[in-house]
C-alpha cells in the first residue's frame, strides 16, 4: 500500500482543515488506517484510527470531540476533519496503514505517507 498524505497548511486558532490521504492497492479495505502526528523536538503520537471497516473510530483524548477520522473504502481514502485547532495542534501530520487491528502504537503500523504541514497561529 503506498499512502499521500495531502490537506495540511496555515490556519488561524479556531479555524479547520481537512487532511486527506489517497492508498494505492487494492487491498486498502483490510487495514485500519491511523493519523499521527509530530512537532518539533517530540515523538510522533497518535491522533486517530479508524477500523479497515470503518466501524468503529478512536481518538487521542488531545483532539477527542475536535477531529474526526472517515473512510471511503470505495475511493481508497482516509480523512481527518480538525475542527477547532489550538497552537499546539502544530505538527507534521502522516497517514497510516496497519494489518495489526485495533493498535495505536506507530510500530504496528506497515505503510506511512510522506506526511502534510499543519500549522495553526495563535
Known amino acids: 500500500v503506498q499512502l499521500q498524505a495531502f490537506g495540511g497548511g496555515l490556519v488561524q486558532a479556531g479555524g479547520s482543515l481537512r487532511l486527506s490521504c489517497a492508498a494505492s492497492g487494492r487491498t486498502f479495505s483490510t487495514y485500519d488506517m491511523g493519523w499521527f502526528r509530530q512537532a518539533p523536538g517530540k515523538e510522533r503520537e497518535f491522533v486517530a484510527r479508524i477500523y479497515w471497516s470503518g466501524g468503529s473510530t478512536f481518538y487521542a483524548d488531545s483532539v477527542k470531540g475536535r477531529f474526526t477520522i472517515s473512510r471511503d473504502n470505495a475511493k481508497n481514502t482516509v480523512n481527518l476533519q480538525m475542527n477547532s485547532l489550538k497552537p499546539e495542534d502544530t505538527a507534521v501530520y502522516y497517514c497510516?496503514?496497519?494489518?495489526?487491528?485495533?493498535?495505536?502504537?506507530?510500530?504496528?503500523?506497515?505503510?506511512w505517507g510522506q506526511g502534510t504541514q499543519v500549522t495553526v497561529s495563535s
Open positions: 497510516a496503514a496497519s494489518s495489526s487491528y485495533g493498535r495505536e502504537d506507530a510500530e504496528a503500523y506497515n505503510y
